[in-house]
């Protein structure tokens, strides 16, 4: 038999506005209470003096312990040093962070890994809200994941926590900070599909500025709704060049150009290596294919000075 219309919360999310995605994230990780175990973090976590360190400061502020997973030179898991750090059996926390909007090639399968050892799946989504929310390609894997809100849509703050399972225990204790709520006023749809095509131009031009820069990532695929277009500086300083772009009107930005003091070079030196050389371009809805275009030369002319 089928009902006139659906009755079920079958498919139901609890989503839990906050003033920021750290907060979200710092909420879930108290909710959890995991006394003496230690949070899995990917080994790339900026820090800055404005802005302190999104994802790792509910860690300090709640003094957990905590460990990292190393990363390849394309910010791709390096699923041996995930399942080697699961195998302690320390962890009761996996953090996976989408970086860029951009979803790892081996997200399933770090899932599954932290799924055959007990340990609870965050998502940091504070760069992927669309590619979960329009796209559908991530946040539903794990058990809960974190949203940014000013990152991706045209407002000064605002995050939540959103849980997979609304009948969880997790889902009952959060509760929304007073004064905040999820923003309702825009179109998502075409804001994506805006990010999407900006992306793909970037990704087009780019192609032309090899070998001084190459494309840490590359055009979306199916779903995917990037927050940046992150690009490596291979001739040039990058901080040269970010002081210079910016200077001349055009908002590229550096994720992250100083990780925090936990993650050294010398245990994790392919982070490194990317965080001397990785510049953000901007996709976002407002920038029009002929911005584009004229950032991309601007990017040209300097990283081809002599």
Known sequence: MIAKRAESYSYARRIVPFRAARNAFGAILQALEIGDGEVLLPAYIGWSAREGSGV?????????????????ERLHIDLDSLATALDTGSVRVLVLIHYFGYIDPAYAEAVALARQRGAFVIEDEAHAMLSDVVGGVCGRLGDACVYSFHKMLPVEEGGAAVV???????????????????????????????????????????????????????????????????VLIRNGSRDRIYREMNAAGFGVVSLYHTLISEISPQAFPAAAGVASRILNLPVHQDASPEDLEAMVWDLAARVRKT
Do not use: W
């Open 164 to 230: 997979n399972d609304p009948q969880s225990a997790l889902a009952r204790t959060l509760q929304a900070a007073e004064g905040c709520r999820v923003p309702q006023d825009f179109d998502l749809s075409r804001i994506a599909a805006k990010r999407r095509a900006n992306a793909s131009l970037l990704d087009r031009l780019a192609g032309e500025l090899s070998p001084e820069v190459t494309p840490l990532r590359g055009a979306p695929i199916t779903g995917e709704v990037p927050q940046s277009y992150p």
């Open 56 to 72: 790792f400061d509910p860690i300090t502020a709640l003094r957990l312990r905590h460990r990292f997973y190393a990363l390849d």
